[in-house]
């Protein structure tokens, strides 16, 4: 207006009735230097972190800031994760007999990765989340896995949190396999098997395996099984003892345990136990079997009362 018209700037706020002090006023807002360096710093090593997370993480350091400026330089920096690809829609159809967990080792969840070292070698991952806590027993590196592969995993790991009640797969040969059906019985863990072509019955750990994927396994080469299994590792720990969890009120599934009054299983991860820790021993898994389940010395009929049957193997699917 006084480029326009050539009028002074008390003739032109006279005329927009605008108070000369609103005109002269000069913002006096402390510099976000240091915040934009810090957000910028933890953006670019824990690249899949969203502003949300990252605003989580700075409220431990003890910055006294609120997520909406935390947005605001996180846009500013260019900091902004691309979305991901768009999905197709489909009608979710829950299933009725479900219910959400309401205690640790209600609810496991587990399920494979697949990724490959630098040389083209093939690896498998066994991914296991407690639907509950969302404290992972394990994230378990091999270059194959079968069924008793599976047994000495679990076995392993119960023998630290205790065994679940439930425990979600899908019908992947190694999880219907008979060593798999045999410990179940012997541990009183009943194995609810997903539907067919339905991954959302076992949501729990499909989402697990795209925080795994995108945060360790993309981000990472691995040269050598023992790599992978290291790399894989750091990443448990970080996981389970630093990771925030929106799920979980922004904690830690170690620091949720410790809210719910079950610190010991928790603290089992600050003990030196590794999430990598396995036995070389291949072939059939040692099962402790009941007396009744013995005939002819050394044979396992699946029609003796109470019994697994090799051939009925324990499902829970609608």
Not at 111 to 134: E, N, P, T, Y
């Amino acid at each position: 207006m006084r480029g326009t018209w050539q009028v002074s700037i008390r003739r032109a706020c006279d005329v927009l009735q605008f108070r000369r002090s609103t005109y002269h006023f000069k913002p006096h807002r402390p510099s976000q230097a240091g915040l934009r360096k810090r957000i910028r710093e933890i953006a670019e090593t824990l690249v899949r972190y969203g502003y949300r997370r990252i605003h989580v993480l700075l409220e431990r350091e003890g910055w006294q800031v609120n997520h909406k400026r935390v947005y605001r330089l996180y846009v500013e920096e260019g900091l902004q994760i691309r979305n991901k690809r768009p999905k197709r829609k489909v009608a979710a159809k829950l299933r009725e007999d479900r219910k959400a967990p309401t205690a640790p080792n209600q609810v496991w969840a587990m399920d494979f990765l697949s990724d490959q070292l630098f040389d083209g070698s093939k690896i498998r991952i066994l991914a296991i989340v407690d639907a509950f806590s969302r404290l992972s027993p394990a994230i378990d590196v091999r270059q194959r896995y079968r069924g008793s592969d599976v047994v000495d995993t679990l076995e392993r790991v119960t023998a630290i949190y205790g065994a679940p009640k439930t425990i979600r797969v899908d019908n992947g040969p190694e999880f219907i396999s008979r060593d798999m059906d045999l410990w179940a019985w012997s541990n009183g863990v009943t194995l609810d098997f997903s539907r067919p072509g339905k991954p959302t019955d076992n949501a729990y750990v499909e989402s697990f395996n795209g925080k795994v994927r995108a945060e360790c396994i993309d981000q990472n080469w691995f040269l050598s099984l023992d790599d992978a299994r290291s790399k894989c590792e750091d990443y448990w720990r970080e996981y389970n003892e630093e990771r925030p969890h929106s799920a979980i009120g922004n904690k830690t599934p170690v620091e949720f345990m410790k809210t719910i009054g079950q610190p010991s299983r928790a603290m089992v991860l600050r003990t030196g136990s590794s999430a990598s820790g396995r036995s070389n021993v291949r072939g059939k898994v040692t099962v402790t079997v009941p007396e009744t389940l013995i005939t002819n010395g050394t044979e396992l009929r699946g029609e003796t009362a109470g019994a697994p049957s090799m051939f009925r193997r324990q499902r829970h699917v609608l």
